[in-house]
């Protein structure tokens, strides 16, 4: 068996799994956020209207709230939102949820590794399509709806069809000015964005041992965009070193056996890897960067789950320094744990030089929602993870997507820009 | 829920690939607690030009196909978000089949948890219900969709199926027959 399935199994108590059973698992964590939240809050309300008596949840300790989406508060309905997701955490005796203006708190999937909220071996849900980040920690890591999520906070489990698993090895190392971000973008142009479609994207090789766990969590994350039911990475030494530095050290580690199937191999040669853009209105939709020098752009934007971690951060910080920004540019760091750390290293400091806002953690512009988003026409260029026709704002607005040093290069030109071009 | 019954309604042709839950229904309608009433922002950006003006030439707004109870669409439909607000939508304004040849995972879930039935079928047929102006059957029991008395089968997850069929929506029915569902799926592979 593969990781994945080995996971399923043990969490289902069976010795064996293969592709295609059903299995009912035991779930170990659940996460819910300021829209996922409110839509289990309704769930729960249809069912009572319905006479099932709901007062308690299986185990509140293992359930984990993240305000992300809508805050700051974008207006007087999302305000009282959060009022409902704090009333329904108190009410069911939820203890970690993160609350913004509260010290530590950020987007969903980026707590879920900066907090070390989700361990190795482990079968986390969640509310959130990209709940497969959390996948390179070595867990199975899914996104549900709201009536799954429901189910899964009152009876702690859920079914699953063992997804067939497909392997990407990286060999070697991703040259300079590239990231995981190019790596998973050209993955995705290749496949498709209903290339995985319920199966599981796995990665491994010398390329993935030699990735950072940052950047590892990219290439999980954007497993969503290619239609993934999960994203998954097993765990080395590397990872237990990250998990450590929070504060993990107490895991059942899972690895796929030696004669692991998986349904197809798809290999990719590190040093081919070149800095790679997709373009309107699909992640699908790639290029490299460099035939795109003559899109000119309204905006750059450094955010979300995918491209505003610390790494992220450091990165366009090095395109950054001692540069000016020629189009507005936002940085939002995921999560406070990170902003801080900007702040600590000196990152701050280097784009408020370069011009750049820098905000508060937020999906905000990411999904289209507030703090930023794009009026009719407008190009942007952002590290995020989606760009259907209006994500991050109208309809007919523009989103390429791109790695943090693409996006950093591009703000100080003006127009798309492969940072090994950048004077 | 109540049981799904034999569905006949002509079909609503939305000739677009990778429709995603945001185009479903806009970010914008998120906030909104309750779980009803989402019919009305369906397809929002598509069907208005602003508040209470419809743009004529998108397919909803066409008289032909206002009590249409059956959705066509192309490849990767329901990708995005995992809203299950799109679902809520696609159910409140009357939408009970949706055909496309490929659905995104967390949507085609939602969609039995709401009494839609997602059905999959091969670009031909899809082709076929495209270019039909008539009403199309579909009849879940027989696993067929019938358009002008010809039926072409289709495939569905036997445990989908049963969910659907029995009206077994509720989470509590759910528990209940999860012993019977694995069984139930084991002996009926497809």
Known sequence: MNITEKILARASGKSKVSPGDVVFVNVDKVM???????????????????GMKIDKLWDPERVWVAEDHFVPAADKISAQNIVSLTNFTKQFGIKRHFKYGMGQYGI?????????MVLPGEVYVGGDSHTNTTGALGAFAAGLGHT???????????????????????????????????LILKIIGDIGNDGAAYKTMQFGGTGIS?????????????????????????????????????????YDEVHGDADAQYEKIYEYEGSEI?????????????????????????????????????????????????????????????????????????????????????????????????????????????????????????????????????????????????????? | MKPFEKIKSIATPLDKVNVDTDQIVPKQFLKLIQR??????????????????????????????????????????????????????????????????????????????????PIRVSDDILQKLFSTKSEIEVNLEKQTI????IPISFNIEPHWKKILLEGLDDIAMTLQHEEQITKYERSHKI
């Not at chain 1, 999520?149 to 990286?170: D, Q, R, S």
């Open chain 2, 36 to 117: 009803t009433g989402f019919g009305q922002y369906l397809f929002y950006d598509w069907r208005y030009e602003r508040e209470g003006v419809q743009r004529k030439d998108f397919i909803l707004n066409d008289p032909a196909y206002k009590n249409s109870k059956i959705l066509l669409a192309r490849d990767n439909f329901g990708c995005g978000s995992s809203r299950e607000h799109a679902v809520w939508a696609l159910d409140d304004y009357g939408f009970k089949v949706i055909i496309s040849t490929s659905f995104a995972d967390i949507f085609y879930n939602n969609c039995f948890k709401n009494g839609i039935l």
């Open chain 1, 210 to 250: 030699e990735m950072s766990v940052e950047g590892r969590l990219t290439l999980t994350n954007m497993t969503t965009e290619a239609g993934a039911k999960s994203g998954i990475v097993e765990p080395d030494q590397k990872l237990r070193d990250y998990l450590a530095a929070k504060g993990a050290i107490k």
């Open chain 1, 32 to 50: 819910i956020h300021d829209v996922s939240g409110p839509g289990v809050i309704a769930v729960f309300e249809k069912l009572k209207k319905k």
């Open chain 1, 274 to 423: 070149e800095p790679t853009v997709a373009k309107p209105f699909s992640p699908e939709n790639i290029s490299v960067a460099r035939d795109l020098s003559s899109i000119e752009l309204d905006k750059a934007y450094i955010g979300s789950c995918t491209g505003a971690k610390l790494e992220d951060l450091r990165a366009a910080a090095k395109i950054l320094k001692g540069r000016t920004v020629k189009i507005r540019t936002e940085v939002l760091p995921a999560a406070i744990s990170i902003f801080r750390k900007a702040m600590e290293e000196g990152l701050l400091k280097i784009f408020l030089d370069a011009g750049v806002v820098v905000g508060p953690p937020t999906c905000g512009a990411c999904c289209g929602a507030h703090m930023g988003v794009l009026a009719k026409d407008e190009i942007c260029i952002s590290t995020t993870n989606r760009n259907f026709p209006g994500r991050m704002g109208h309809i007919e607005s523009q989103t390429y997507l791109a790695s943090p040093l693409v996006a950093a290069a591009s703000a100080i030109t003006g127009k798309i820009t492969d940072p090994r071009d950048l004077k």
């Open chain 1, 108 to 116: 969903c999937h980026t707590l879920s590794h900066e907090e070390a």
């Open chain 2, 146 to 149: 019938k358009i002008d008395n």
């Open chain 1, 148 to 182: 799954d999520v429901a189910y899964v906070l009152l009876n702690g489990k859920i079914w699953f069809k063992v997804p067939e698993t497909l392997f990407f090895k990286l060999n070697g190392k991703l040259p300079d000015h590239v990231m995981a971000k190019d």
